[in-house]
């Protein structure tokens, strides 16, 4: 079975930088996209970034400028990277990837999540 699991989440100082991980495994056969969302207490997930198989990239406002994603196709791996941190982003990372599988069986997969808790 395809899975992903994040990495990298902990607390931070407001302005500073965390780096998260996204591991895809499995009988793979091609990943279309990879994508960030985020989950604060109370409120509903929502995307803050995809990345495509052709390396287009798509944010949400609050995070451009600050946030970059990357993948690195050889290790089906995504990185968030976060700069300039504020208290609202603190809350629970997660990794989603369309994959289709060897099978040629189309699958969303989500990760467990990471938590970022970013001080004042």
């Known amino acids: 079975q395809v899975q992903v699991v994040e990495s990298g989440g902990g607390l931070v100082q407001s302005g500073g930088s965390l780096r998260l991980s996204c591991a895809a495994s499995?009988?793979?056969?091609?990943?279309?996209?990879m994508g960030w969302y985020r989950q604060a207490p109370g409120k509903q997930r929502e995307l803050i970034a995809r990345?495509?198989?052709?390396?287009?990239?798509i944010y949400a406002d609050s995070v451009k400028g600050r946030f970059t994603i990357s993948r690195d196709n050889a290790k089906n791996t995504a990185y968030l990277q976060m700069n300039s941190l504020e208290p609202e982003d603190t809350a629970v990372y997660y990794c989603?990837?369309?994959?289709?599988?060897?099978?040629?069986?189309?699958?969303?997969?989500w990760g467990q999540g990471t938590l970022v808790t970013v001080s004042s």
């Open positions: 989603n990837a369309a994959v289709v599988a060897v099978a040629r069986t189309t699958l969303e997969v």
């Open positions: 499995g009988s793979i056969f091609r990943i279309n996209f």
């Open positions: 990345i495509s198989s052709g390396e287009s990239t």
